[in-house]
């Protein structure tokens, strides 16, 4: 992978675990994790300081595998979701403009007669 890419990548891991990507960011860097096995090796590192950390403090154990597929599957059904919203409200703007534009067609239609 082209190493700015990467870079930019390893900057966005904390963002990415505390959900503050955009849409656009975390399709970008969902699709990184998918074709960079170095940046997919520098996630799961971290998940497993994260998480370790966490699981130590209240005693249970965990499964990096498991938390891996966990965190990107949610990730991916969060991002999944939010286009779906964005694509519904881009159909409803639509909806009330062509309302609206009726609604000034037909009080134009009834002003004429």
Do not use: W
């Not at 009330?96 to 067609?105: D, F, G, K, R, T």
């Amino acid at each position: 992978m082209e190493a700015v890419e990467c870079k930019s990548f390893e900057h966005q891991i904390e963002d990415f675990f505390d959900d503050q990507l955009s849409d656009e960011e975390l399709a970008s860097f969902l699709h990184h994790t998918e074709t960079c096995p170095e940046c997919r090796e520098e996630l799961t590192i971290r998940l497993l300081i994260r998480m370790g950390l966490m699981r130590l403090e209240d005693g249970r154990n965990f499964h990096l595998g498991h938390e891996y597929d966990r965190m990107i599957g949610a990730a991916k059904l969060k991002l999944a979701r939010r286009m779906r919203l964005k694509r519904m409200a881009g159909l409803s703007i639509g909806a009330v403009i062509l309302a609206l534009v009726a609604v000034v067609v037909i009080a134009m239609f009834v002003l004429i007669l």
